[in-house]
Structure formats: C-alpha cells, structure tokens
T-cell receptor, first 114, second 108 residues
Framework: NAGVTQTPKFQVLKTGQSMTLQCAQDMNHNSMYWYRQDPGMGLRLIYY???????DKGEVPNGYNVSRLNKREFSLRLESAAPSQTSVYFCASSLLEGRVEKLFFGSGTQLSVL | EDQVTQSPEALRLQEGESSSLNCSYTVSGLRGLFWYRQDPGKGPEFLFT???AGEEKEKERLKATLTKKESFLHITAPKPEDSATYLCAVGGSEKLVFGKGMKLTVNP
C-alpha cells in the first residue's frame, strides 16, 4: 500500500518562480489536506478539500492555490514563490473516526526559495 | 480558538529511563486527541486517538492518557529507536490543531 504519495521530495526555486506540488492517495479517502511545517511553528493548515470538487482555506492560504483534480489527487501551486514559503510541505488524507478526522501523511516536500 | 501546548520542547533520556510528555489543550468541545510520531525527513505517523477523559491506550513502550485539560504520553524503559519528534493534535470546533512537537532523544 502506497498510502499518500508526494512529489517532488526536494525542490529549490528562485524568488518569483512557480511550481506545483503533487499529491495522490490510494486509500479512497474523501478529504485531503496541505500543511506546512516550520521550525518552532508546528504543522499549519494551508488548504483542504472535504470532497472531490470542493476546496477551502486553512490557517495560512496566502500565496497558494490548490486543485482537487479527482478523488485521488490534490495539488498545491505556488504562483510566485517567496523566501517566506521556504518550508516542508505535507499532504494528508483523512478517515473519519468517530467524530474526528484521522490524518494519514505523505513523506513531505522540502522546498527552498532563494 | 482551539489551542495546544506541548512540553517540554525537547527531552534527552538514557535508555531505560522512563518519562512522560505533556500535551495541554483548550478546545470548544473535544472531538478527539491524537498522538503522532515523526522521524527526521518523514511525515507524521499515527500512534493513538483518545476521545474522552479517563481513556488510556497502549502500544509497546508507549501509553497515552487523557484528562479534561491535558494528555500524557508515558514512555516506559525507552530504547534508542524511540528517538523521534512526538506531535499532539486536537480536534475541537474546527480542523485539527497541532502542537509544536517534542523532540525525544534516547541515548544508549
């Protein structure tokens, strides 16, 4: 079982460049998420998609766009990268367990913006 | 606003030296509390879900407990392979809120 797969694992961008982070899950989950993780900040939600065809902003959406391509795939786009977007990005999908979402994470993308 | 605070931020233990990690939270209606383990260069990996005060769960050398204000992750006789960052997350009124994590190092 692959679970949640993210590509690429590493990326270096120059300020102003654009790129798309790809994420796919094979667990048939309805909900998918994008988080960023910075030292001393913990995981912060960028965007999420509760189901195919819907997306919503999280805590830190500025500078990002997302696309829920189908039930399996959820991509994150940086239109004009800034040094403040240097971070580790995690994609996740979730399974509703009781009344709360249990998250399954990918292995992350380490992004540096110079 | 839901909030999560983990302490200490970092902990060094000798192999076999038991200890506890703390996760304090304030939420409007707790739906669940999660513990995750994160190894360097990898994504968080699920450990436990706790739903109500008084609940306890165990896995190998780890035991998680929950009260109305905090959760503890007890580590009994840790081994070097228990070295990792441990994350706490709570589901309250909105999406999951994560703590900043606690880096555990277990020396042989």
């Amino acid at each position: 079982n692959a679970g949640v797969t993210q590509t690429p694992k590493f990326q270096v961008l120059k300020t102003g460049q654009s790129m798309t982070l790809q994420c796919a899950q094979d667990m048939n989950h309805n909900s998918m998420y994008w988080y960023r993780q910075d030292p001393g900040m913990g995981l912060r939600l960028i965007y999420y998609s509760a189901s195919e065809g819907t997306t919503d902003k999280g805590e830190v959406p500025n500078g990002y766009n997302v696309s829920r391509l189908n039930k399996r795939e959820f991509s994150l786009r940086l239109e004009s990268a800034a040094p403040s977007q240097t971070s580790v990005y995690f994609c996740a999908s979730s399974l509703l367990e009781g009344r709360v979402e249990k998250l399954f994470f990918g292995s992350g993308t380490q992004l540096s913006v110079l | 606003e839901d909030q999560v605070t983990q302490s200490p931020e970092a902990l060094r233990l000798q192999e076999g030296e038991s200890s506890s990690l703390n996760c304090s939270y304030t939420v409007s209606g707790l739906r669940g509390l999660f513990w995750y383990r994160q190894d360097p260069g990898k994504g968080p990996e699920f450990l436990f879900t706790l739903y109500s005060a008084g609940e306890e769960k165990e896995k190998e050398r780890l035991k998680a407990t929950l009260t109305k204000k905090e959760s503890f992750l007890h580590i009994t006789a840790p081994k070097p392979e228990d070295s990792a960052t441990y994350l706490c997350a709570v589901g309250g009124s909105e999406k999951l809120v994560f703590g900043k994590g606690m880096k555990l190092t277990v020396n042989p």
